[in-house]
């Protein structure tokens, strides 16, 4: 099932209420296709990370639109600190910051203190967010050991009908993004 890039209408209110069911979309991300879910639905989280067979330990990044939709799930941010990391991003910079106690351990990893999060500069990755209306997980689409995706084509060929396909191309990008550990300034990727 092929949606348009900028999805609109009756798709996009099968996206959200798919999303709220707990369900896993994948979508096109900087350099590959992304596996999102829910930032704060437990049920999905462990569905994703199920369905990539990865460690669950690890922790997930979480995309945004904007640096709104991410202070929910961060600690508070000093305004020097929120000036500065406005000015990071639409980026593929990935930034751990500091994270509220009620984020689950699932998605920051069992043990930390930081988010992984990140504003994306390819643009439909942030309309997505923008149009569902909350900030969404963002995994690369593969099991884990295996290649990304890179085309919708092979979204379907590795999970068939267990993930909502939103279409559109890739930014192209051929590197991840970049880790960086905001508090200690340690690129970590």
């Known amino acids: 099932m092929r949606h348009p890039v900028r999805p609109a209408g009756r798709f996009l209110h099968r996206l959200r209420a798919h999303l709220y ?5 994948a979508y096109p991300a900087e350099g590959s296709y992304g596996l999102g879910c829910l930032p704060d639905y437990a049920l999905a989280l462990r569905k994703l990370i199920a369905l990539k067979k990865r460690p669950q330990h690890k922790g997930l990044i979480v ?17 020097t600190d929120v000036a ?28 930390r203190q930081t988010l992984a999060v990140r504003i994306p500069d390819l643009a439909t990755a942030r309309f997505l967010c923008r149009a569902v209306g909350t900030a969404l997980v963002s995994t690369s689409c593969n099991r884990a050991g295996k290649k990304a995706c890179g085309t919708e084509r092979e979204v379907r060929r590795q999970f068939g009908r267990q993930v909502m396909i939103v279409g559109g191309r890739t930014g192209g990008r051929k ?13 970590l990727r």
């Open 175 to 187: 590197q991840p993004s970049q880790i960086i550990d905001w508090v200690s300034g340690k690129r």
């Open 21 to 25: 069911r707990g369900g896993l979309i």
């Open 84 to 111: 500065a990391i406005s000015q990071q991003w639409p980026a593929p910079k990935t930034l751990l910051l500091p994270v509220r106690q009620r984020v689950l351990p699932v998605l920051r990893g069992r043990g």
């Open 63 to 79: 995309i945004a639109a904007d640096l709104a939709q991410l202070q929910p799930l961060l600690a508070p941010l000093s305004a």
